[in-house]
């Protein structure tokens, strides 16, 4: 089983809305990712956490916020978005047992629309 | 900086009409190199993992390819379900990937 699944689906927000985005999985994998996909356009790394720490935030606005409560949930707690964040948002998870040669396995996503 | 340039951007194929997808990188030390698959509105679908110049892996109507600076997606007489965008990536030590634009691939029966 190689499933990560994301809630919710769709979400629409205003700029001053608070949302959060959740992602779980239950391979027992020990790094999690937040990506950041806009049409046409690849994958965008946010942040990874690895073994329930952040471990990477490439310069993601203060406005995402992520948390990771345990090793198989990821959350992005969002807040006074911007519509120019409106996107695909995609969590994936690795085993960090691998090294770099690791699979990373995507979830649905969530699309997400600022107003 | 790992770069990851794909081609052609789209590609539009007859049922049964063969033909490749590239990836060509530029890395410090190839990791690993990744092929997903993406359909429209939806997360990116693991394919391959390709590692060592010269490694062919397969599944179903592809197969993937390796060489020191580029790989290769074959899609042998593709169907329509073939439809999607193919993103390729490369790994760095920190895990992070990078992805290449993608190759849309548009098979019409």
């Known amino acids: 089983d190689t499933e990560v699944t994301q809630t919710p689906k769709h979400l629409v927000m205003g700029m001053t809305n608070k949302k959060s985005l959740k992602c779980e999985q239950h391979m027992g994998h020990r790094a999690m990712y937040w990506y950041k996909q806009k049409a046409k356009k690849p994958p965008e790394l946010m942040f990874v956490y690895s073994y329930e720490k952040l471990s990477i935030n490439e310069s993601v606005p203060s406005r995402f916020s992520p948390e990771c409560p345990n090793s198989s949930l990821l959350n992005l707690h969002l807040h006074a978005l911007q519509p120019e964040d409106s996107a695909l948002y995609l969590c994936a998870s690795s085993p960090r047992q691998q090294g770099p040669l690791e699979t990373q396995y995507f979830g649905p996503g969530t699309r997400l629309l600022v107003l | ?109």
């Open chain 2, 1 to 109: 900086e790992d770069q990851v340039t794909q081609s052609p951007e789209a590609l539009r194929l007859q049922e049964g009409e063969s033909s490749s997808l590239n990836c060509s990188y530029t890395v410090s030390g190839l990791r690993g190199l990744f092929w997903y698959r993406q359909d429209p509105g939806k997360g990116p679908e693991f394919l391959f993992t390709l590692y060592s110049a010269g490694e062919e892996k397969e599944k179903e109507r592809l197969k993937a390819t390796l060489t020191k600076k580029e790989s290769f997606l074959h899609i042998t007489a593709p169907k329509p379900e073939d439809s999607a965008t193919y993103l390729c990536a490369v790994s760095s030590p920190d895990y992070k990937l990078s992805f290449g634009a993608g190759t849309t691939v548009t098979v019409r029966a």
